[in-house]
DNA sequence: CCTCGAAACCGAGGATGCCTCATTTTAACG
DNA sequence: CGTTAAAATGAGGCATCCTCGGTTTCGAGG
């Protein structure tokens, strides 16, 4: 039934969307991510049309831009939940979140809407701030009745203050809402 | 010298600033700040031009729409000075700001922004955030090294996640925030 | 090689929004 | 009623978004 013979990728398309994300990656590091896509693909040397076929919304591609980072974050998450000390855990997870966020202006706010393809990493951050909170909670490390939606929250509410005031001002006030949250 | 002898503004001037002021009202609330002044325009059944005349830039007419509110917002943190409980008076004074800031969608970030029209509320509300929070460090009411500053950008956030999560969300983040920042 | 079809690219163009400014209208004053 | 200056107008230049029909190019199979 299924036809499985796939032609092979065309060796321009793979070039191309090499190109657009390296220009991405240059203008949104510059600009954040409201840059213009049509100066994105005038950048990669490429038609507006050619930019919108590889990636249908902006999302998608902060989304594809994300990707290599993402893997390495989640990693780092996951290696976290076999850490000695739950609570340290916690915290360091929500600062390394913090700091990816701060790739580009304007990521926090993409996050927080949970835009199309970005939602997947959503869900992703949440379930690992997730566990990291079950342990902390479980070795009597929370102050309060935290939970992972709690982490989320605090995580893009932080980044988001690194792009408005000074990244000492964003990390006052991660430290201020640490406290409130992690015993002793 | 001076020719005092100004004359009497223009009734349609009047009233199409009323109207603009009504329209952009509404459709803020709708969309956010970030909605289009051509609509508000349109709505107020006046030209982009007439509006642009009122209001130059998109801070200048958020904060017109601002001011009646903010006179109250002033009024009452200045009154907590007074309050006998000066943790407790910060402690409102903030959820009142973040409440206040709900208004639009939008209005957060323009805050944090500082833009233009609308530095004179920030210094305003930074002052005042100020004056609380010393109040309540003489009386050994804070945990840390708290300042006006850490203030405003909590409130921003806080006003912040507002819009992305849900208002219960936010609280939980504020509450967080509020006890590391604040003793007992 | 060469041919063919699908995949990818192109870029003009409609839609929307920002903001300006030369021109026209109109309210206030005498 | 004129006069006059403030105010209103709205076309138009520019940027950006996104789509779509037509064209090019790559890869595969002969």
Do not use: K
Not at 58 to 76: D, H, M, S, T, V
């Amino acid at each position: 039934m299924a036809e499985t013979a796939r032609r092979r990728p065309r060796a321009d398309a793979l070039r191309n969307r090499e190109r657009l994300l390296a220009e991405a990656d240059a203008v949104f590091r510059a600009e954040g991510t409201g840059a213009s896509l049509e100066g994105v693909a005038r950048r990669a040397g490429v038609a507006t049309g050619t930019l919108y076929g590889h990636f249908p919304t902006r999302a998608a591609l902060i989304a594809a831009l994300l990707e290599a980072r993402n893997r390495e974050l989640f990693e780092y998450g996951d290696g976290l939940a076999e850490h000695p000390d739950p609570a340290r855990a916690l915290a360091d997870w929500i600062r390394a979140v913090v700091r990816h966020a701060a790739a580009y202006q304007g990521l926090a706010a993409a996050l927080a809407a949970r835009s199309g393809e970005l939602q997947d990493s959503c869900h992703r951050l949440t379930a690992i701030g997730e566990r990291l909170v079950d342990r902390a909670r479980a070795a009597g490390a929370l102050r309060g009745d935290t939970t992972g939606a709690d982490v989320f929250t605090l995580m893009n509410a932080a980044a988001w203050a690194r792009e408005h005031d000074t990244p000492a001002q964003a990390d006052r006030l991660l430290d201020l809402a640490l406290a409130g949250m992690i015993a002793r």
